[in-house]
């Protein structure tokens, strides 16, 4: 079994949900790994990695209103240290993911027609995140 691993660096611009699917399929690529698995690793607590609807941006818009509505910013929190969007980044992170696993199969990821891969900025401010991306397989 190979082992193939990358470091990428997403530059966010504040709160935003950020395609990610072709640059991780480039490092699928580069890793020349045909058949195995990849899996994603968001080394952040106040930003998920989320796989979802790629064709219609209404329903990214719906997500966002969504969690903004079920995890509302303010200073009502015990921890604001960095402002009002401080716990809620934190919380919004837990309710999302901040890995994925996803099979490879003939060197391509093995996502649905509709699916995209996205890194969810949950802070008003941008920032530099870090994705490490581990392929194992053949």
Known sequence: ?????????????????????????EAVAKSGIKTGLCNLFLRHTSASLIIQENADPDVLVDLENFISKLVPEGYHYIHSAEGPDDMPAHIRSVLTHTSEQIPIN????????????YVWEHRQRSHCRELVIHISGE
């Open 106 to 117: 003939n060197g391509r990821l093995v996502l649905g027609i509709w699916q995209g891969i």
């Open 1 to 25: 079994m190979t082992h193939y691993q990358q470091l990428l660096q997403i530059n966010t611009s504040g709160k935003s949900l950020s395609k990610i699917t072709s640059k991780v399929q």
